[in-house]
């Protein structure tokens, strides 16, 4: 259970960090498309600048400003025109708008330009790093799945235990069981004495149990898987709906409440415990049907089957006390 918990925190980091990169990613992807908006709209824009500067050279050709023409007679391209007539301070037939325009959108493209360079290759290193991430929870839920495969061979031989053992354990408490109703028999002229309602005691004698036969129902759903609410044989029970349905077989009708079934019957000390007594734990919370030798049924929590268990660690710490049906 520790290396499953160990490869689950793993996984988990592995997948915030696949989750952090991709988060990233987009955003960069984002930029990138802003970035190549305005590198298109700043070269769309240079285009029509270099159009209307070709256009005014075409006009300062056929004029007599022979600096400009000089400019434009040594010019080997349209930019070394525009340099030109800029250094040459001969710009004054020339709109200086429109050239302070040309420059600017020169510097909008080189610098759309260097940040989708840049953008490009971070997105480079997020998709590496995007990869790495995936690859490592990818690597984390193959080795909890053969993690996972290794235990299934211990957890099926566990569990094979647990129902051998339940069932050893149901074959012995159903052996007693006979045995103690066979002295039951045998011993009915017993003088019943004081029924009291009072909380259990030490002090308490009980009459002898009636209703044991109430176990041997019980007995027959362990392995029964536990449902909320439940109260039905081979499908499901919760506590007090087993303790409920094995009383109902025997004529006995209890309601469905752990805390209810605390007003039934008489309290009987832990000493002088018989099968067929209820007991309860947590506060009322649970309750269970004793089989004798310091066992009872219970159908424990969620997750759980109807089981034989004993009146030790938590249920010893956590009994409250018990009841006996007359």
Not at 195 to 207: E, F, H, K, R
Not at 211 to 224: E, I, K, M, T
Not at 228 to 247: I, K
Request: with cysteine; hydrophobic share 35%.
């Amino acid at each position: 259970m520790g290396q499953l918990q160990t490869l689950s925190d793993q996984l988990e980091r592995a997948r915030s960090q696949y989750d952090a990169a991709t988060t990233q990613l987009a955003r960069i992807q984002r930029e990138q498309r802003e970035n190549r908006y305005e590198l298109h709209v700043a070269k769309h824009n240079l285009k029509v600048s270099q159009a209307t500067i070709a256009a005014r050279l075409r006009a300062l050709y056929t004029s007599d400003q022979e600096s400009t023409l000089e400019v434009i007679l040594g010019a080997h391209s349209l930019d070394d025109v525009i340099t030109g007539l800029d250094n040459a301070k001969t710009v004054a037939s020339v709109d200086t708008s429109i050239l302070a325009q040309v420059k600017q959108f020169k510097t909008a493209i080189r610098r759309s330009g260097d940040r989708l360079k840049n953008a490009n290759e971070q997105q480079s290193r997020v998709v590496a790093e995007r990869a790495a991430a995936k690859h490592e929870i990818e690597s984390k839920i193959s080795q909890a799945q053969s993690l996972y495969s290794s235990l299934q061979g211990e957890i099926k031989r566990l569990v094979a235990a647990q129902q051998a053992h339940q069932a050893e354990l149901q074959r012995e408490a159903q052996q007693r069981l006979q045995e103690e109703q066979q002295q039951q028999q045998q011993q009915q002229s017993q003088t019943v004495v004081g029924i009291s309602a009072a909380t259990p005691s030490n002090d308490v004698v009980a009459p002898p149990s009636s209703h044991s036969g109430a176990v041997g129902y019980a007995l027959s759903q362990v392995g029964v898987p536990y449902v909320w609410g439940g109260a039905t044989p081979g499908v499901g029970f919760d506590c007090s709906g087993l303790v409920m349905w094995a009383f109902a077989q025997v004529g006995v009708s209890l309601p469905h409440s752990s805390y209810a079934m605390w007003n039934y019957g008489v309290p009987v000390s832990e000493n002088d415990l018989e099968p067929g007594d209820i007991l309860f734990f947590d506060g009322l919370g649970h309750v269970g049907l004793y089989i004798g030798n310091g066992e009872f049924v219970e159908a424990p929590h969620t997750g759980a089957d109807v089981q034989i268990s004993t009146l030790g660690g938590w249920y010893a710490a956590s009994y409250v006390g018990a009841r006996r049906i007359l």
